[in-house]
């Protein structure tokens, strides 16, 4: 069993920015992929990013259109927490954003993650 745990979400102005953690239990890095979604009120949850390990500490990483070049996603292996750094944000960002963990990458064609977090919410004012 997984749990993934988020935190780091708040109220920020647009154009502003916040860090969202993810912290893991056990060894999730060497056995699951990781990635965030999100869920804006009354739309599907959407894919936002991901994040595959290549080594050590290096890893490839993958976006959605929308969040390319201001969203930034990162990992610390030994701490089993992955980060979503969200820069130049915008009221369109507003969402519950979750934490998930799955057995193969995670892409936009992912829809049900092995394991989800309980979800932080950003809420990005104009």
């Known amino acids: 069993q997984v749990q993934l745990v988020e935190s780091g979400g708040g109220s920020v102005q647009a154009g502003g920015s916040l860090r969202l953690s993810c912290a893991a239990s056990g060894r999730t890095f060497s056995r699951y992929f990781m990635g965030w979604f999100r869920q804006a009120p009354g739309k599907e949850r959407e894919f936002v990013t991901s994040?595959?390990?290549?080594?050590?500490?290096?890893?490839?990483?993958y976006y959605a259109e929308s969040v390319k070049g201001r969203f930034t996603i990162s990992g610390d292996s030994a701490k089993n927490t992955v980060y979503l750094q969200m820069n130049s944000l915008k009221p369109e960002d507003t969402a519950l954003y979750y934490c998930a963990a799955h057995r193969a990458v995670i892409t936009a064609a992912t829809m049900t993650p092995d394991y989800w977090g309980q979800g932080t919410q950003v809420t990005v004012s104009s």
């Open positions: 994040i595959r390990w290549s080594g050590d500490s290096t890893y490839v990483a």
